[in-house]
């Protein structure tokens, strides 16, 4: 050990480890080398030298980098330059209202008011803004506001002469123009892929590089230090490409290319296909996972592809975007290719129809090995439970929803059929690899929400969904860790803190296994590392000593 290049570029001693690796769960001290990790406790003594930077995690947990499964930082990153409409911030109608008429103030005549985030399960009035209100809001700019769930939004007449759409528009395929019961009017409501049919302004490259350096550093002050990408068009590779290359971006990005034309995003299936592009290209940093297909929308919003009615809703069962041989002609050329799958299905009938097409896509074995995905995976019924468990297919779990918009869940589901949402007990009983997730922005990106949700089961409205799904604290850190390192291909490299892996780690305010469960949503991130390098610190960070 005498070379200094043997030496270690960091130790962090006197923590309590929990390396969620079975071969040493836990250890006291680890240290860093080239940003990967090289030994632990005794066996870390020897890398000290001269220049190591010695860090005291006074006693803190401490946890692998925690892996987001299924984000769209993008969408993310540039919400945080609009209308900011969660129910936090805007808790009623007239406080989105008020948000409109001040922006409207700030912007020239005709342009475009874009916002995100509100949630009428959880405004005041417990509806949505009507196209009359927001036309009197915004009279002289369009107007064009997604609720969280991001199957939805609200907008104004000027909105619809803007986009140069009729007062009595037909529904596209895939998409409803909402109208009111009473009147037969529209409402202003705009559902699914009727969002694509407004002019809406896209992001410029360089726009979105700026958004998502600011993004990032939101990411890492949450733990998260990988990140899965689940609607990547053109712009979105741009960006990262461009953002890698200047080295300026420090997280793992995992990109799920968006395959089919829908909810306003240019699909690139063609192009990746006749391309030849395969799942895996890229490096450890920045890789193409495979392709994402989209087959119902949202619980929140009724359009989830459920087997029964909705509560209160008539007959309504939600929407199913494609016809299932669609689905299998699609599902089939990308495995025929190579590529990975990632298939959206909340409700029974979405999750039936992906289970279908990825059984006749290839062979059980060839299916085991691609380890497709079924992302959210809301409502499996106990035999599709067999059958994701016989094809390894990871169900890509949004327990985070159980904790963000569960509330909603429970009035549109019911008491039963929400008990059973994000079976993370059931998926375990199966030996299903089931990553969790917030799907964020559609809800907070906060990992802590998902792993007190996955252990609780408890809503921000204090509400219950049942407790036969909960899981235990260990069981759910590893659904934001090891599972989610399983999702992406990624277990070699990341997932755990073992030797020859990737320094990302957490310093943690609180420790997780000593906290009670109701306190698990409040922990806080003192210190994060990517790749050995530490990328965030809060003001209370654990003290850094000089050897030298």
Not at 218 to 245: C, N, P, S
Not at 289 to 311: I, N, R, W
Not at 443 to 448: M, W
Request: proline letters at 4%.
């Amino acid at each position: 050990m005498g070379e200094a290049s043997m030496y270690a570029d960091k130790i962090l001693k006197n923590a309590m480890i929990y390396t969620m690796d079975e071969s040493r769960p836990q250890a006291y001290q680890l240290a860093i080398a080239g940003g990967k990790v090289v030994a632990f406790d005794e066996e870390a003594e020897p890398y000290i030298g001269p220049a190591t930077e010695v860090i005291d995690g006074k006693g803190k947990a401490v946890l692998p980098g925690l892996i987001e499964s299924h984000a769209h930082p993008l969408h993310y990153a540039a919400n945080l330059q609009q209308l900011d409409l969660r129910t936090e911030v805007t808790p009623s109608i007239e406080d989105i209202l008020e948000a409109v008429r001040r922006k409207a103030s700030e912007l020239p005549a005709g342009e475009w008011i874009i916002g995100t985030g509100w949630d009428d399960s959880k405004l005041k009035e417990r509806r949505f803004p009507t196209i009359d209100e927001l036309s009197e809001a915004a009279p002289d700019h369009p107007v064009f506001l997604k609720r969280t769930c991001i199957h939805n939004a609200v907008v104004n007449w000027r909105a619809f002469e803007k986009s140069g759409l009729t007062a009595n528009p037909a529904d596209p395929e895939g998409g409803h123009f909402h109208r009111d019961p009473a009147t037969g009017k529209l409402s202003g409501l705009i559902q699914e892929n009727a969002m694509k049919e407004f002019d809406v302004p896209a992001f410029t490259v360089e726009q979105f590089k700026e958004a998502m350096k600011q993004a990032e550093q939101q990411f890492f002050e949450w733990g998260i230090t990988t990140i899965h990408d689940m609607a990547v068009t053109k712009e979105e590779l741009t960006v990262y490409q461009q953002l890698r290359k200047e080295g300026e971006f420090q997280m793992k990005v995992r990109l799920w290319l968006w395959a089919v034309t829908q909810m306003g995003w240019t699909g690139v299936e063609e192009e990746v296909l006749a391309l030849g592009l395969e799942s895996g290209f890229g490096n450890d940093h920045l890789n193409i996972q495979g392709l994402k297909y989209m087959l119902d929308g949202s619980v929140g919003g009724k359009t989830a592809a459920v087997s029964e009615p909705f509560e209160n809703d008539g007959e309504n069962r939600g929407i199913l975007y494609m016809s299932e041989e669609k689905v299998k002609g699609h599902i089939a050329r990308a495995v025929e290719n190579n590529l990975r799958v990632s298939i959206h299905g909340i409700g029974e009938r979405a999750i039936e129809q992906a289970l279908r097409a990825i059984e006749q896509a290839a062979s059980p074995e060839k299916n085991r090995q691609m380890r497709h995905r079924i992302e959210h995976c809301a409502l499996p019924t106990e035999e599709q439970l067999e059958r994701i468990a016989a094809l390894d297919v990871v169900a890509a779990s949004s327990i985070g929803f159980v904790y963000a918009i569960g509330d909603s869940y429970l009035k549109n589901l019911g008491e039963e059929r929400a008990e059973r949402v994000f079976p993370h007990a059931s998926f375990k009983a199966h030996g299903i690899k089931a990553p969790g997730n917030s799907d964020m922005p559609v809800c907070p990106g906060n990992p802590f929400f998902g792993i007190y949700a996955a252990v609780t089961r408890r809503t921000v409205g204090g509400q219950q969904l049942g407790t036969k799904e909960a899981i235990s604290v260990e069981e759910a850190i590893k659904a934001y860790t090891t599972e989610a390192a399983y999702s992406g291909f990624d277990e070699e490299i990341i997932g755990t803190l073992s030797a020859g892996k990737y320094a990302d780690l957490i310093v943690l305010d609180e420790n997780p296994f000593e906290l009670s469960t109701e306190r698990l949503k409040d922990i806080r991130v003192s210190m994060t590392m990517v790749d050995g390098e530490i990328v965030f610190e809060r003001s209370k960070h654990p003290e850094r000593i000089s050897v030298n």
